[in-house]
């Protein structure tokens, strides 16, 4: 978002990591996947109740060799905490 020329960057991720800290402290196994899913659904259902994803483009291009390289770097990871 730019204001008065300036860059204002989003303050979301950190707000949703310290939001999700209390919640994924105490939690084994697959608990804490499950709390993630849970609440990026709670955020996409408030996105979609209060409509502030009007306005946005609809088509854009979506580069899916980086979506892929994220998607194994995630498996990559579970597979190495579960071990």
């Not at 105490?26 to 502030?52: K, Q, Y």
């Not at 854009?60 to 060799?65: A, D, L, S």
Request: overall charge positive; hydrophobic content about 60%; some cysteine.
């Amino acid at each position: 978002m730019t204001v008065f020329g300036l860059q204002k960057k989003s303050s979301l991720a950190p707000s949703l990591a310290t939001g999700l800290l209390p919640l994924i402290i105490n939690t084994n196994e697959w608990s804490f996947v499950i709390i993630v899913f849970m609440f990026t659904f709670l955020l996409m259902l408030g996105v979609l109740a209060f409509g502030l994803n009007q306005g946005l483009e609809k088509k854009v291009n979506i580069q899916y060799k980086y979506m892929l390289v994220l998607l194994t770097l995630a498996f990559v990871w579970i597979g190495l905490c579960w071990i």
